[in-house]
């Protein structure tokens, strides 16, 4: 979960950079770039809960 988040941002600016978000623009980004973010977030409590 926490490699997919990893992978989510660089993606993110990648697809900005290649103007694949024509409409959204910027906000596709940021829409992806806190996807990522929970993601991450939810990896790490889930591995935290694994650790008990």
Excluded: S, T
Aim: aromatic letters at 12%; one cysteine or more; glycine letters at 12%.
């Amino acid at each position: 979960m926490q490699l997919i988040a990893l992978f989510v941002l660089p993606l993110a600016i990648f697809m900005e950079l290649a103007n694949v978000h024509e409409r959204r623009g910027v906000a596709g980004m940021l829409i992806m770039a806190v996807f990522g973010g929970c993601l991450f977030y939810l990896g790490r409590m889930v591995e935290a809960y694994g650790r008990r």
